[in-house]
């Protein structure tokens, strides 16, 4: 069974900074891309970061480019979210999610975690 699980969440400062993890289990996941994703109260989910776990390309929102920075570590089978310079708007849950190659969406989600920006 896949889990994922999110960690690092929490209240932090404008301009401050926080690191989010995402334990993966259940699968090998070098066929997958990992991601991370983002839910503002009242807003839609909306895409943040992603990066192949096989190969490491990354791809980032451009509201978090420059700031934020995805990375894994496949010895431990793990995903990481580097967030610097926060801002008030980044306010939201975070969730990571896991992608196979070929699939048309993404397969399997974390539960969440949240993350505050205070002025």
């Known amino acids: 069974q896949v889990q994922l699980v999110e960690s690092g969440g929490g209240l932090v400062q404008a301009g401050g900074s926080l690191r989010l993890s995402c334990a993966a289990s259940?699968?090998?996941?070098?066929?997958?891309?990992m991601g991370w994703f983002r839910q503002a109260p009242g807003k839609e989910r909306e895409f943040v970061a992603s990066?192949?776990?096989?190969?490491?390309?990354?791809a980032y929102a451009d509201s978090v480019r420059g700031r934020f920075t995805i990375s894994r570590d496949n010895a431990k089978n793990a995903g990481y979210l580097q967030m610097n310079s926060l801002k008030p708007e980044d306010t939201a849950v975070y969730y990571c999610?896991?992608?196979?190659?070929?699939?048309?969406?993404?397969?399997?989600w974390g539960q969440g975690t949240q993350v505050t920006v205070s002025l």
């Open positions: 999610a896991a992608l196979f190659i070929t699939s048309r969406r993404w397969d399997y």
């Open positions: 259940g699968r090998t996941f070098s066929n997958y891309y």
């Open positions: 990066i192949k776990w096989s190969g490491g390309s990354t």
